[in-house]
């Protein structure tokens, strides 16, 4: 499984951005896919996932609310809305594709064998 994350870029606080995350080759395997931001020196982080065969989502509590991820099933892209973005949102995001068995959580960065390159978002103050 191949990831290609787009759509990263400069916003001030406040402001909202869409990433997109492109998956291609045996997408069969996998059925989660979920984002990770990683700031320079700082551990990598969960921010949300989505199981598509269980329907069911995880957010990272301090983006509740801000952030929503969606699938679009004919296009196999995954995409991360972030709306009232602050500068502690700023990151590269990551996103990452894995099969988690149905009722695990979906935050444990082991349990995603395929990952994309990172997508630099900044948030401005």
């Known amino acids: 499984v191949q990831l290609q994350a787009s759509g990263g870029g400069l916003v001030q606080a406040g402001g909202s951005l869409r990433i997109s995350c492109a998956a291609s080759g045996r997408t069969s395997v996998v059925n989660t896919m979920g984002w990770f931001r990683q700031d320079p020196g700082k551990e990598r982080e969960f921010v949300a996932a989505?199981?598509?065969?269980?329907?069911?989502?995880e957010y990272t509590d301090s983006v509740k609310g801000r952030f929503r991820i969606t699938k679009d099933n004919a296009k196999d892209m995954v995409y991360l809305q972030m709306n009232s973005l602050i500068p502690e949102d700023t990151a590269a995001y990551y996103c990452s594709a894995g099969q988690i068995p149905i009722g695990r959580p979906m935050d444990l960065s082991a349990y995603y064998a395929y990952w994309g390159q990172g997508t630099l978002v900044t948030v401005s103050s």
């Open positions: 989505y199981n598509w065969r269980a329907g069911t989502t």
